[in-house]
């Protein structure tokens, strides 16, 4: 089955010219079946980016799929415009009475502030608490994870002394859990952040369950014990030049990055990319939306437990 997107939203025609079976709203309307009613909320500056990547993980996979974009109301972007978001995302005030079979919450550009700092907290604060009770199972990435495991459960983050920049090996640190039903022995995860979350924090709050962990890169998946929320540290979803364009992009300013490791050939930002992390990507979000939303969630959204 397909995900279900506007009819001329431009990730369309990129996911067309990749052969990723995609479906307009007109087309979905007319047949008869619930799809999974999934919310994007996307806090990410190159939203367009963003949402080509997501939509390419979460499109891949048997079940039907209507995404609904939402932005906050509190935050104007500087990297996309007004038209366009008043074209293609609801703000979150619009959608706050809805109820979605599941939520994905992306990361943002801002880990080096407080979370207090950050100039549209108090509106994602209600929103993560409005998560718990309007979206049957939540999928945070990276900052996003962060934010919501402080929210949540006081977990704080810690700043790293150089960045946390290339592709790197985790291993399952759980037998059971669905969300790596799959996966090889070892696989591998983008990661692009300044701060961390530690294991020790995590490892005091028993109703959550660190699955995958890396010895270079820390904590990679977290999942709650009842299946309903998902802490990614990193972005699993990336394309493969995206760690390079970050890389050139800071290179260029003249900012301090180094080489994103385990990422380009014997890491030569001159030479090919090796990409090792699409097909665990893939696994990653189809996993998630068979066994934690489409497995669980109640056909009606009105009913059930929330």
Same mark, same amino acid.
């Given at each position: &089955? ?20 995609? &479906? ?8 008869? %079946?619930?799809?999974?009613? %999934?919310?994007?909320?996307?806090? &990410?500056? #190159? ?5 080509? +990547? ?9 079940? +039907? ?12 972007? +500087? ?10 995302? /609801? ?6 009475? +809805? ?16 979370? @207090? ?7 994602? @604060? ?30 704080? /983050? ?48 028993? #109703? ?20 309903? @929320?998902?802490?990614? #540290? ?73």
């Amino acid at each position: &089955m397909p995900i279900i997107i506007p009819n001329t939203l431009p990730a369309a025609a990129v996911l067309a010219e990749e052969n990723i079976f995609t &479906m307009t709203e007109f087309r979905a309307f007319h047949q008869d %079946i619930r799809p999974l009613k %999934i919310g994007i909320l996307n806090l &990410m500056p #190159t939203r367009e980016t963003t949402e080509t +990547q997501l939509l390419r993980v979460l499109g891949n996979t048997p079940l +039907q799929t209507e995404i609904v974009l939402i932005r906050i109301d509190s935050h104007v972007p +500087q990297n996309t415009s007004m038209e366009y978001l008043e074209r293609f995302y /609801k703000p979150f005030s619009e959608v706050k009475d +809805q109820r979605f079979d599941g939520l994905v919450i992306t990361g943002a550009p801002v880990e080096n502030l407080a979370f @207090e700092a950050v100039s549209y907290w108090q509106e994602l @604060e209600e929103i993560l608490e409005w998560s718990r009770h309007h979206g049957f199972a939540t999928f945070h990435i990276c900052w996003g994870a962060q934010a919501a495991l402080y929210k949540h459960y006081g977990i704080p /983050k810690y700043p790293l002394e150089k960045k946390c920049f290339g592709v790197f090996e985790h291993v399952a640190t759980s037998n059971h859990s669905k969300l790596l039903r799959g996966f090889d022995d070892t696989f591998y995860i983008p990661q692009s952040r300044h701060t961390e979350v530690r294991r020790a924090d995590i490892a005091k709050v028993k #109703t959550l369950e660190i699955i995958a962990y890396s010895e270079e890169s820390g904590v990679g998946l977290v999942v709650s014990l009842d299946g309903r @929320e998902v802490y990614a #540290t990193g972005h699993s979803e990336y394309d493969a030049l995206t760690l390079a364009t970050e890389y050139f992009r800071d290179l260029n300013k003249g900012l301090p990055i180094e080489v994103p490791r385990h990422y380009f050939t014997d890491d030569h930002p001159e030479r090919p990319v090796k990409v090792k992390w699409r097909s665990h990507a893939n696994l990653l979000f189809s996993n998630w939306l068979n066994y934690y939303v489409y497995q669980e969630t109640p056909y009606d959204l009105e009913e059930g437990r929330w």
